[in-house]
Protein backbone atom coordinates (compact mmCIF):
# COMPACT_ATOMS: atom_id res chain seq x y z
CA UNK A 1 0.00 0.00 0.00
CA UNK A 2 1.31 3.49 -0.99
CA UNK A 3 1.18 5.80 1.92
CA UNK A 4 1.07 8.61 -0.31
CA UNK A 5 -1.16 8.88 -3.69
CA UNK A 6 -0.52 11.88 -6.13
CA UNK A 7 -4.38 12.07 -5.27
CA UNK A 8 -3.62 12.48 -1.89
CA UNK A 9 -0.74 14.64 -2.56
CA UNK A 10 -2.75 17.01 -4.24
CA UNK A 11 -5.55 17.80 -1.96
CA UNK A 12 -3.46 18.00 1.15
CA UNK A 13 -3.14 22.17 1.74
CA UNK A 14 0.24 23.75 2.28
CA UNK A 15 1.82 23.51 5.70
CA UNK A 16 0.45 25.46 8.72
CA UNK A 17 -2.30 26.81 5.99
CA UNK A 18 -5.33 25.73 8.47
CA UNK A 19 -3.87 26.96 11.83
CA UNK A 20 -6.45 29.74 12.57
CA UNK A 21 -9.60 27.19 11.92
CA UNK A 22 -8.55 25.21 14.67
CA UNK A 23 -11.22 22.58 15.15
CA UNK A 24 -12.80 23.22 12.03
CA UNK A 25 -9.38 22.36 10.16
CA UNK A 26 -10.13 19.32 7.53
CA UNK A 27 -8.22 16.20 8.39
CA UNK A 28 -7.31 15.04 4.96
CA UNK A 29 -5.54 11.58 5.94
CA UNK A 30 -4.97 9.05 8.78
CA UNK A 31 -2.81 6.75 9.60
CA UNK A 32 -2.42 4.15 12.26
CA UNK A 33 -0.25 1.72 13.61
CA UNK A 34 -0.61 -0.26 17.02
CA UNK A 35 -2.62 2.14 19.43
CA UNK A 36 -0.96 5.14 17.42
CA UNK A 37 -2.98 7.33 15.18
CA UNK A 38 -1.66 10.29 13.14
CA UNK A 39 -4.24 12.72 11.79
CA UNK A 40 -2.94 15.04 8.59
CA UNK A 41 -3.94 18.44 8.33
CA UNK A 42 -1.62 19.88 5.76
CA UNK A 43 2.05 18.90 3.90
CA UNK A 44 5.22 20.30 2.80
CA UNK A 45 6.20 18.60 -0.48
CA UNK A 46 9.81 19.37 -0.36
CA UNK A 47 10.61 17.91 2.97
CA UNK A 48 7.39 15.40 2.91
CA UNK A 49 6.91 16.66 6.21
CA UNK A 50 3.25 16.11 7.70
CA UNK A 51 1.50 19.11 10.17
CA UNK A 52 -1.53 17.24 11.91
CA UNK A 53 -2.41 15.52 15.23
CA UNK A 54 -0.68 12.44 16.46
CA UNK A 55 -1.98 10.15 19.09
CA UNK A 56 0.61 8.16 21.24
CA UNK A 57 1.45 8.39 24.96
CA UNK A 58 -0.41 12.17 24.75
CA UNK A 59 -2.23 14.05 21.76
CA UNK A 60 -0.88 16.67 20.42
CA UNK A 61 0.27 18.86 17.48
CA UNK A 62 2.94 17.67 16.12
CA UNK A 63 5.30 17.34 12.53
CA UNK A 64 6.00 13.96 11.03
CA UNK A 65 7.46 12.82 8.17
CA UNK A 66 6.51 10.42 5.82
CA UNK A 67 9.77 8.90 5.76
CA UNK A 68 9.31 8.54 9.26
CA UNK A 69 5.90 6.84 8.57
CA UNK A 70 7.53 4.31 5.94
CA UNK A 71 10.63 3.38 7.27
CA UNK A 72 8.19 1.07 9.88
CA UNK A 73 6.75 -0.83 7.74
CA UNK A 74 4.17 -1.48 9.76
CA UNK A 75 2.52 2.23 9.89
CA UNK A 76 -1.12 1.95 7.59
CA UNK A 77 -2.97 4.30 5.47
CA UNK A 78 -6.70 4.17 6.04
CA UNK A 79 -8.13 3.78 3.12
CA UNK A 80 -11.64 4.72 3.75
CA UNK A 81 -10.92 7.55 5.28
CA UNK A 82 -12.59 10.54 3.97
CA UNK A 83 -12.02 14.20 4.91
CA UNK A 84 -13.54 15.49 7.75
CA UNK A 85 -13.08 18.46 10.68
CA UNK A 86 -10.92 17.47 13.25
CA UNK A 87 -13.92 18.47 15.51
CA UNK A 88 -15.92 15.93 13.89
CA UNK A 89 -13.26 12.95 14.67
CA UNK A 90 -14.46 10.77 17.82
CA UNK A 91 -11.06 10.21 19.25
CA UNK A 92 -10.19 14.02 18.61
CA UNK A 93 -13.12 15.50 20.55
CA UNK A 94 -11.74 15.83 24.33
CA UNK A 95 -8.12 17.18 23.30
CA UNK A 96 -10.07 19.84 20.70
CA UNK A 97 -12.14 20.66 23.22
CA UNK A 98 -9.43 20.89 26.08
CA UNK A 99 -6.78 22.85 23.57
CA UNK A 100 -9.97 25.36 22.24
CA UNK A 101 -11.87 25.76 25.18
CA UNK A 102 -15.47 27.16 24.20
CA UNK A 103 -16.07 28.79 27.78
Not at 40 to 66: M, N, R
Request: glycine share 4%; proline share 4%; with cysteine.
Amino acid sequence: MKMMTKALEKTLPLYHSQDWLKGDAICYAHYFYWGRDWYVLEYDKVPKIFFGIVIWHDTEYWDFGLAELESTGKVERDLYWTPKKVCEIDKLKNFIEWIYPTD
